[in-house]
């Protein structure tokens, strides 16, 4: 039996933040586990507003790869009490259709103090 496809979605724009850290560290973590755990990172991508850029370059391999994974590990900054854009509309692109729902997946969220805890629950 293969290892199970985790995709690891870095949704930063910035290369040296918290939430790229956590997703170098989620993808090590991950392979240690026999997990075949691949990194997206969105940001080459220049994802626009959605659907505007429904032909952006790459998107269309990005959101192949996203919905053949068996599971997802979804990394964002945390920017005004909410998940990055980036993330948002690659999510709206990603799950336009039926093919990638209904998966396993896990946050996770760089944020600068406590109240800022519970900005991905919308």
Do not use: C
Not at 31 to 58: C, F, N
Not at 61 to 87: C, D, E, K, M, R
């Amino acid at each position: 039996m293969s290892s199970p496809t985790v995709v690891v979605v870095s949704s930063s724009l910035s290369q040296h933040s918290r939430s790229r850290i956590m997703t170098r560290y989620a993808v090590e973590s991950l392979a240690t586990q026999d997990i075949d755990a691949q990194l997206l990172d969105l940001a080459p991508l220049e994802i626009g507003a959605y659907p505007a850029s429904a032909h952006a370059p790459g998107l269309l391999a990005a959101t192949q790869q996203f919905n053949a994974a068996h599971g997802w590990v979804l990394a964002s900054p945390i920017y005004n009490f909410g998940a990055s854009a980036v993330l948002l509309n690659f999510l709206h692109y990603a799950l336009d259709s039926d093919f990638g729902r209904w998966k396993p997946f896990v946050l996770l969220a760089s944020m600068g103090g406590q109240r800022s805890a519970l900005a991905l629950d919308h």
